[in-house]
């Protein structure tokens, strides 16, 4: 059973910058493609970002792009989103799972609030 398990969410001003992260057990982490997902308040949950398993290709939503890079670490078993010229639309729980999402993977996510 793989557990992952997101951090780095916070408050931020539009136009600040975050990075979360997502670490997950497991020995087979290095062989799956990710992806960051997250849900706005009172909408359904929503694909960001995706990274392959030897992280050579990355796929963005048209929201994202430009401002947010996905990135993985196999070694440490984790992967990033750097989130930078954040906005208040951009509020939301972001999750990693893999890519597609497996339903038994969803963690607790990080809860990223952008103020105006």
């Known amino acids: 059973q793989v557990q992952l398990v997101e951090s780095g969410g916070g408050l931020v001003q539009a136009g600040g910058s975050l990075r979360l992260s997502c670490a997950a057990s497991?020995?087979?982490?290095?062989?799956?493609?990710m992806g960051w997902f997250r849900q706005a308040p009172g909408k359904e949950r929503e694909f960001v970002a995706a990274?392959?398993?030897?992280?050579?290709?990355?796929n963005y939503v048209d929201s994202v792009k430009g401002r947010f890079t996905i990135s993985r670490d196999n070694a440490k078993n984790t992967v990033y989103l750097q989130m930078n010229s954040l906005k208040p639309e951009d509020t939301a729980v972001y999750y990693c799972?893999?890519?597609?999402?497996?339903?038994?993977?969803w963690g607790q996510g990080t809860e990223v609030t952008v103020s105006s």
């Open positions: 799972n893999r890519n597609p999402p497996r339903g038994d993977y």
């Open positions: 497991g020995r087979t982490f290095s062989s799956y493609a």
């Open positions: 990274i392959t398993s030897g992280g050579g290709v990355r």
